[in-house]
């Protein structure tokens, strides 16, 4: 099974900075990892696909890299509405799928 | 608009049984994998079952639920389930469906939550 490793695990950010968020795959899942936003009390929001694609309504400061098995979200100036916890998920040859630990991004 | 509504959770004893359902609605529903997801109190996402496309013929299953979980689907009424057996209390969670991508989820219902009493 692919474990997908998140870090940190908790942010603490002021409205308006960028910060990024990281993911590790234990292996290769080549651009095969998305990256999702939950708020209290809601279902996950796809935000990334792909690796690096925007999925459809997110604004354009998120963005999203990978280097190897290296992946990186990154929100370039916080909005109060930015603040969650985010997941990146794997799909290479899926199913199965598995996600990471998550990632609070708080004030 | 996609719409999934969860429905079917509930209390449920360990060892018992519950059929969770997802009307699916603004989409063509045979076209699409479809998935359930879990997320147990205060903790992460987990990836349960996959059903695919067109009837359903492949499934899959997350180790913790095999030979316990049946993921099924109607087309004809663009609904999914997941019969769930011999619950244990690790299965608390909410449950969620989901629209499958290809592989990432891009739409989820607003979760149901089970919980399994010992």
């Known amino acids: 099974e692919i474990v997908m490793t998140q870090s940190p695990a908790t942010l603490s950010v002021s409205p308006g900075e960028g910060v990024s968020l990281s993911c590790r795959a234990s292996q290769s899942v080549s651009t095969s990892l998305a990256w999702y936003q939950q708020k209290p009390g809601q279902a996950p929001r796809l935000l990334i696909y792909g690796a690096s694609t925007r999925a459809t309504g997110v604004p354009a400061r998120f963005s999203a890299s990978a280097s190897g098995t290296e992946f990186t979200l990154t929100i370039s100036s916080l909005q109060s509405e930015d603040f969650a916890v985010y997941y990146c998920?794997?799909?290479?040859?899926?199913?199965?799928?598995?996600f990471g630990g998550g990632t609070k991004v708080e004030i | 608009q996609v719409q999934l509504v969860e429905s079917g959770g509930g209390l449920v004893k360990s060892g018992g049984s519950l059929r969770l359902s997802c009307a699916a609605s603004?989409?063509?529903?045979?076209?699409?994998?479809m998935t359930w997801l879990r997320q147990a109190p205060g903790k992460g996402l987990e990836w349960v079952s996959y059903i695919s496309n067109g009837g359903g013929s492949s499934t899959y299953y997350t180790d913790s639920v095999k030979g316990r979980f049946t993921i099924s689907r109607d087309d004809a009424k663009d609904s999914l389930f997941l019969q769930m057996n011999s619950l244990r209390a690790e299965d608390t969670a909410v449950y969620y469906c989901?629209?499958?991508?290809?592989?990432?989820?891009?739409?989820w219902g607003q979760g149901i939550l089970v919980t399994v009493s010992s």
């Open positions: 998920q794997h799909y290479h040859n899926w199913p199965p799928s598995t």
């Open positions: 603004g989409f063509i529903f045979s076209n699409y994998y």
């Open positions: 989901a629209r499958a991508k290809g592989g990432p989820f891009e739409d």
